[in-house]
Structure formats: C-alpha cells, structure tokens
C-alpha cells in the first residue's frame, strides 16, 4: 500500500507531464487526505512501546532516571509497554555492579519494565546478521583503512580546514585492492546528496545535509557490531515506536534514520529531550547534583517526591506543582516537554520532599520507611512501646522533616539512654544560670498531678511568671536537657511522650 510520501511523490511526477487542475487537482489531493487520515488512525491504534537504554558504566544517575520515568509515563497514558535493554555492547566500559545497580535505582523508583530484560551484547549475532545483508545489498561495504591511514586522513582533513570524518575513499573500491594484513572494518553507504529530516516531537524538525554526515561502521574489525547498528536493530525488534531519550543523542538520530530507512524498516517517533544543568545554568555535575539514584534514597528523599520532581523537570501541565502518579499517567504527553535545558535545585526538591513527607499516606507507613534508620542508630531494635510511642508522636515529628534521614534523627531523643549526648548549641544553653531554672522547674513539675500538655504548660507558664521570666528563658534550658539538642517539637509534648519519671530524671541530671 502507497504511503502518503509516496503518492506526494507520484503527484509532482504527474505534474510535470500532466498539469494538476480542476477535478484532476482535487481527486488526487483527496485521495492523499484520507491517505493522510488512514494513516493517522493507523498510528492511534498502534501499540505504543517505548524503551528505557542505559549503558552499565556506572550508578543509575538523575537524567537516566528522568527519561526512564519520561518513558514509563508515556507508555502508561497510553496503555502500551515500557521496555528495558541494556546498552553492554561496549565490554571494555562495563562497570561491576552497574547492572544490579540500574535495577534497584528503577524498582525504588516504581518504574517497572514489560517483559524480559534485553542485553544488547546477546544480541550481537542478529545484529551482524543486518549488516550481512546490507552488504549483500550494496548498502554497505568493506572499508581497508589501517589506523594509521585513517590517522593521517584526519590530520591532512585538519590541516585544510575540512571535515575529520571518513572521506569514503573504499566506497567504491573494489576488495582485490585491499592490502594485505588489514581486517576490514564494514562501514554504512550513506547517501551523498540530499537531506535527512528528523521530525522530532520536541524539537521539531531537525534538517541534516547528508554530506555532513560519514559513512559510520556498522561492523569492527574483529566483527562486532556498534552502537549504532545495535540501536536500530534493537529498537525495531522489540517493537518500540517511540524513542524519547535526551537531546545529546539528537545528533544519532539522523544517522539512525538512514540506517533504518535503508534496511526498509519504518521510523518510530522521536522525542529528544533537553538535559537537565546545575542551578548555575552550567552542565549538570556531582556538585550540582548528578548523583546516582541510590545516593537520594540514602540522603533520605521518597520515590514518590523524587519522581514529581523530575517530573517538573522540562515537562509542565499548567501550574501544577505537585502531581499524583495517577495525574502524571493521565496528564502526560510529549507535547508538555520544553526545548529548554531544565535547572536542577536541590532547595526546591528539599521543599518538595518535605510536603510529601507531611502529607504520607499514613503515619504507619511513614514509621515503616525511617525505623531501619531509628534502629541502626540505636544499634537495637525498637520494643512495642516504643514504636506506639512513635506512632503516637509521628504527626508532630514530621512536620519539620525535609528528608527521611532528618525524621529518624529528630526521633532518636525519645529512646535514648542517660546521660544524654548534648549537641554543641544545646551545651550552650546549658549555662548556669540555666540549670538554676532547672532545679527550679523540676520541683514544680514534680508537684505537679495532671501529666498532660494543658496541665504542664500551665504549671510552667506558672513558674515563669512567679520568677519574672519570659517563656522562652524557661522552655529552651527544658529542651536542652530533654532532648539534647535546641531543636524539637513542643516540650509540653516531649513532656508526655517521655512520662514524669523519665522526664524529671533528664532535667534532674542538668540542674544545679
């Protein structure tokens, strides 16, 4: 069946014999309208499939997890699959634990892949068999260049000013002429003239002039196959119709295409996205925050808010800032993704994490996150009544906590042995005339009947209006010797949470 270039093409050949007017203009332009609409609904009801392609060299860093999760998205709005290869074709760049690495970063995250794992290296076979074949059907060829030829071509096309890349010189040569001793590498015949258009759903139409590009290897010398035959291979046997990845590969993608084109297979989509910078608008570092996934789930952020922020990194729905994975599957489309470089900031994701932290779906849940952390500090397991005292504490603790790790910490006061471990601030406080108002507030809280917030806040408002001292004079040394720190909640809580006896042996062994 003629595809609607195809008749376009047919039209302008027509023409040039036959001139288009009247009913002869307007039967053809109809026919390629609903060519045109045969094919848009082809396209609508096509499975969509899309795949995540990380090379293991390394940790799952931020921008893989955001195209990953640009991915998930896509093919969730969609009811289609989201597929996962990994890119380990080049053996000599392998990093050990890179692979189970990229596996955990993705289930912490939520992103689960359809299907088995592909290893693009397994598949080298398949793809040689390709290549096999455009050399069969002159689409590719032997190239004989020794390194040291191809070194000199560089240095000579550097010296005029010109294009370092391959010149074609055994494009068209015949392999009688290769010299002896030189395994050939199998090099793709790009087309010389003309251009190739990338119609990409984010950047719109990218032209390259195909004398820009060189005739790329498909085959090494020793016979394995690169990257960029194993993309598209890969890419048209497991069926994606959609490539969203970051821009840096947009320069990949014309070359690509004419691989894809010259085999006979059909384009997918594209969609390149703009990488993420530092907040200082300079290229993404460790500094600004290019970290591996498993770093954040150590500096104590959820999945669920790190997911939202990367969201919000290049792709906007109004002015929605925080968005339910359920919103995200609805609302999500490429056409939300800008064309500018996103701005990584860790204060925003801090904020962010800090609202989906207040707003857990439940404080059990909450407790079930930060406990490992609370136990390991403790370097013990937490007993019964410890963790109902937690649960019964958790909604005052989590809402000054901007991370997980924070929520564990700030918990650790309630469980803790005498004497108490004192940070430097709360030393501070600890003055001697502070620990005279202890001795002073400890007698009245010992006389004092009803242990609940009402009650203690009104017997030590009490004894500070009694010895003409403004509220704060007296909670702050209170904190201090409580907790140990000059950072808490209430102390007429802490009061409660820690009971009379335990509470008055901690203020007891600060006062004068």
């Known amino acids: 069946m003629l595809k609607t270039n195809q008749l376009k093409d ?38 969509v499939i899309t795949r995540f392609a990380p090379s293991p060299t390394g940790f799952l860093h931020i921008g893989g997890a955001r195209t990953a999760l640009f991915n998930w998205l896509f093919a969730q709005h969609h009811g289609g699959e989201f597929k996962l290869r990994i890119e380990d074709t080049d053996r000599k760049r392998l990093t050990e634990g890179a692979v189970e690495a990229i596996y955990d970063g993705m289930q ?3 992103l689960t892949h359809d299907g088995d794992v592909v290893s693009q290296y397994e598949r080298r076979d398949r793809h040689k068999e390709i290549a096999d074949e455009l050399l069969a059907q002159g689409k590719a060829y032997h190239c004989y ?15 005029e000013g010109r294009s370092m890349g391959y010149d074609g010189r055994w494009r068209d040569r015949e392999p009688s002429e290769a010299p002896e001793g030189i395994k050939p590498v199998v090099r793709f015949r790009s087309p010389n003239e003309g251009e190739t258009i990338i119609r990409d759903q984010v950047q719109g139409d990218v032209t390259v002039a195909n004398k820009q590009l060189d005739d790329m290897i498909l085959l090494r010398a020793d ?34 295409a004419q691989l894809i084109l010259a085999i006979g297979w059909e384009l997918p989509v594209y969609a ?16 600004h925050g290019a970290l591996g996934v498993e770093a954040y789930r150590d500096l104590g952020y959820l999945p669920t808010a790190l997911k939202n922020y990367l969201l919000r990194l290049g792709w906007a729905h109004g002015d929605e800032e925080t968005i339910s994975e359920a919103q995200a599957i609805e609302w999500f489309g490429l056409d939300g993704i800008g064309k500018s470089p996103s701005r990584f900031d860790f204060t925003k994701l801090e904020h962010l994490n800090g609202q989906y932290i207040r707003e857990f779906e439940s404080n059990e849940g909450l407790i079930a996150v930060c406990r490992p952390l609370i136990e390991k500090s403790l370097d013990r397991p937490l007993t019964d009544v410890e963790a109902a ?18 929520l564990a910490d700030s918990t650790l006061f309630l469980f803790a042995s005498r004497p108490l471990n004192f940070i430097p601030k709360a030393v501070k406080i600890l003055s001697d005339d502070a620990r005279t108002i202890l001795t002073g507030a400890a007698e009245v809280l010992e006389k004092s009947t009803a242990w609940d917030v009402e009650a203690l806040e009104a017997d030590i408002k009490a004894f500070a209006e009694i010895k003409e001292l403004k509220l704060g004079k007296v909670a702050q040394p209170l904190r201090a010797a409580l907790t140990g720190s000059n950072v808490s909640p209430g102390i007429f809580d802490i009061l409660v949470w820690l009971g009379k006896e335990e509470s008055l ?8």
Not at 245 to 256: K, M
Request: net charge positive; glycine share 6%; hydrophobic share 40%.
């Open 10 to 47: 047919i039209s302008v050949l027509i023409h040039k014999d036959i001139p288009l007017r009247g009913r002869n203009a307007y039967i053809l332009c109809s026919c390629i309208r609903t060519l045109e609409l045969l094919e848009h609904n082809r396209e609508m009801t096509k499975k």
């Open 108 to 110: 912490w995250l939520g």
């Open 145 to 159: 260049c020794s390194p040291e030829e191809l070194k000199e071509m560089r240095e000579t096309a550097r010296a």
């Open 223 to 256: 016979g394995s196959p690169t990257y960029m035959l194993s993309v598209v291979v890969d890419d048209h046997d497991m069926g994606v119709t959609h490539v969203i990845r970051g821009d840096d590969h947009l320069t990949n993608a014309a070359r690509q």
């Open 272 to 287: 390149h996205i703009p990488l993420i910078h530092g907040a200082d608008g300079a290229k993404l570092s460790k500094r």
């Open 389 to 406: 005292l937690l649960l019964g504490a958790m909604d005052e603790f989590k809402t000054r906590a901007k991370n997980i790790n924070d």
């Open 505 to 512: 042996a901690r203020i007891k062994d600060q006062a004068i």
